[in-house]
């Protein structure tokens, strides 16, 4: 008897097995959230083309208290999308914090769940502004066999210092090897390539940029011809004085 049953289970557990709709999350847990943003879990129902889902519902848990989501949201800020299967919060609050359980329901009646957690993020974020150089090969997405090897200089200089290089050399951590001058050399099978990146240089910032002396030259120019207007105009007054004075005492002599 205890041999046939052993046959039963092995031939129908399958049978069953197969007929289920997998749940699953389509982020990982624990899932963490920061309080006033927005949380979407959203669920991936595996099944086959004969499986129907005839409903999907949404509970959380938190210390034994477990509240349904779905169904009667009276919060503005819960909704519900994709047939049941997204559920969006948005300006999360210390309550929405805990477990989510979703559950399907197939037409048979048979239901199915997978639960997630959700924490509130609580450490500040950190951020901050890399100094690194990458070089980036442009291959036109051609198959290669190989993996390109980098080689960086600093104002003609190799570097040598791995901790300033990341990614297999790809990257060049700035900071740690300073200079005006970088140049990344990639060797591969598709060919070396060299590319040279300067940063501003430290020149003497001059007041004046190429707009500002054609603006200069124009004003020197404008002020060259007045003062040329002027001393013909300063002449052509004095001519009358200097004829007759010139003239006048040849005529009285
Ligand atoms: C978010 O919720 C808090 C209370 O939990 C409220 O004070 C705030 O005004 C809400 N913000 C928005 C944008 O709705
Ligand atoms: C930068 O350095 C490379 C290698 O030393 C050199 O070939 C290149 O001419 C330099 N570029 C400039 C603008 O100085
Ligand atoms: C680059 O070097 C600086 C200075 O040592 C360091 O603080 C920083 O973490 C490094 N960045 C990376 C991405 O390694």
């Not at 300006?91 to 989510?100: C, L, V």
């Not at 990257?171 to 590319?195: A, F, Q, W």
Request: charged share 20%.
């Amino acid at each position: 008897m205890g041999l046939w049953r052993l046959v039963w289970i092995l031939f129908m557990v399958p049978v069953f097995v197969h007929g289920r709709i997998s749940v699953h999350f389509k982020t990982g847990r624990p899932l963490y959230v920061a309080l006033g943003k927005t949380l979407v879990l959203e669920a991936i129902f595996q099944k086959n083309p004969e499986d129907n889902i005839d409903m999907v519902t949404w509970d959380r848990q938190r210390e034994k208290e477990n509240v349904r989501i779905s169904g009667t949201i009276h919060d503005k800020r819960i909704s519900l999308e994709k047939d049941n299967a997204l559920l969006r919060i948005i300006n999360i609050s210390r309550g929405d914090f805990g477990t989510y359980k979703v559950t399907v329901t197939d037409s048979n009646g048979d239901q199915q769940h997978n639960s997630i957690e959700v924490r509130m993020m609580e450490q500040p974020l950190k951020a901050s502004i890399a100094n690194l150089l990458e070089c980036f090969v442009d291959t036109n997405d051609v198959a290669q066999w190989d993996t390109p090897q980098f080689e960086w200089l600093v104002d003609g200089v190799g570097v040598t210092s791995q901790t300033a290089l990341l990614e297999n050399g790809r990257r060049l951590n700035i900071s740690l090897v300073k200079g005006e001058n970088y140049t990344c050399i990639t060797h591969s099978s598709l060919g070396t390539v060299t590319t040279h990146f300067e940063t501003s240089k430290e020149t003497p910032t001059s007041p004046c940029s190429w707009p500002c002396y054609k603006g200069l030259i124009a004003a020197c120019v404008v002020l060259a011809l007045l003062f040329v207007i002027c001393v013909i105009i300063m002449k052509m007054r004095r001519q009358p004085k200097y004829v007759p004075t010139g003239v006048e005492p040849a005529n009285t002599v």
